[in-house]
């Protein structure tokens, strides 16, 4: 004897619907040719708009997740290379701020908010105090994050000292108080023409409590992202940088700005300050050799983590 559920599928396709079995107790209910459905293994299935198409599943080591690939997926390796990274990088910093409590992020060269919004995506529901100091890039920042009450904006950089600079900017987000580097001309179109622009500067150790106040036990993370001057901003937070429970840094392979410091050297200094690293992931490629130009540095105060019973 028929089910309820088989005779009331049956009845569909007089209604000008189609139903696609899946699985046993499944069906996909849908107008007339508009959705074909993909199976990738016993529990996973693609709902794909029009004809079926190549796809593929990899499963992600023993983690339970598994990578779904497209046709196309494997034409431009670097890029899905890249894009893999970006956001393992933010997967795995906002896993370290549930294990060490962050609730405060510093986001020093917050361009136009990218950062935070990925932040938020992820998961991360703690204060994010962004530093933007072009114009153009702060409206669009400031703009992003008016609907945010736990997302503050302000329209200077950090630096080493209280001071005013001029930055290079029509670079997009690559704006930076350094020179482009010869590499740097030879590789990126933009660095080619400049124009400059006054900005502000303040001390990371001047800002820090204002940025933390309200907050009980704070246990702020740094962000920087400034193109070639991270151990400038570094460097401005004095004796308060033990403050922090971890750090994410831009570290440089291969130097795009004159007078930023190698990886080895900021890296070193960062682990002079307490720091190990828990993650490193490329953020820009060569093309033509594979080499990595940076990485994005992440590293936590290992003391700083809670104890485990």
């Given amino acids: 004897m028929q089910t309820l559920y088989r005779r009331l599928l ?10 696609t079995d899946v699985a046993p107790g499944t069906a996909l209910v849908s107008r007339r040719g508009r959705y074909t459905v993909k199976s990738l293994d016993k529990d996973t299935w693609l709902v794909l708009r029009g004809a079926p198409r190549a796809w593929t599943t990899v499963p992600l080591g023993e983690s339970g997740a598994r990578l779904v690939l ?8 670097r890029k899905l290379q890249m894009a893999a990274a970006e956001y393992l990088c933010t997967q795995h910093v906002t896993a370290m701020f549930d294990l060490y ?13 990218q950062y935070a919004k990925r932040l938020r ?8 105090v962004s530093f933007e100091p072009t114009s153009e890039a702060f409206a669009k920042l400031s703009k992003a994050a008016e609907h ?4 503050q904006v302000h329209h200077c950089g950090l630096g080493r000292e209280d001071t ?13 108080l350094l020179p482009a580097s010869d590499y740097g001309r030879d590789r990126y179109k933009r660095f080619r023409t400049t124009r400059t622009e006054e900005i502000r500067i303040r001390r990371l150790d001047a800002v820090l409590d204002e940025a933390l106040d309200g907050i009980d036990d704070p246990r702020p ?4 992202d400034t193109q070639g001057y991270d151990l400038e901003v570094y460097a401005g937070a004095g004796e308060r940088i033990a403050d922090f429970a971890g750090l994410q840094s831009e570290v440089a392979m291969l130097r795009l700005y004159e007078g ?3 990886m080895s050297e900021s890296v070193a200094a960062y682990e002079d300050g307490g720091f190990e690293i828990t993650g490193m992931y490329p953020v820009t490629r060569e093309a033509a050799t594979g080499r990595v130009v940076e990485f994005d540095c992440v590293m936590m105060r290992a003391k700083a983590a809670p104890e485990t019973t």
């Fill in 164 to 176: 005013t600079a001029e930055i290079h900017v029509g670079w997009n987000t690559m704006n930076s």
């Fill in 260 to 262: 930023s410091p190698p």
């Fill in 10 to 19: 049956q009845l569909m396709p007089r209604l000008g619907l189609r139903v």
């Fill in 101 to 113: 409590g962050v609730n405060c992020v510093l986001d020093v060269g917050a361009n136009n908010g």
């Fill in 70 to 77: 497209g046709e196309t997926s494997a034409a431009d390796e």
């Fill in 221 to 224: 993370f740094l962000k920087m």
């Fill in 121 to 128: 995506k992820h998961g991360y529901r703690g204060r994010i």
């Fill in 148 to 151: 945010d009450p736990k997302w």
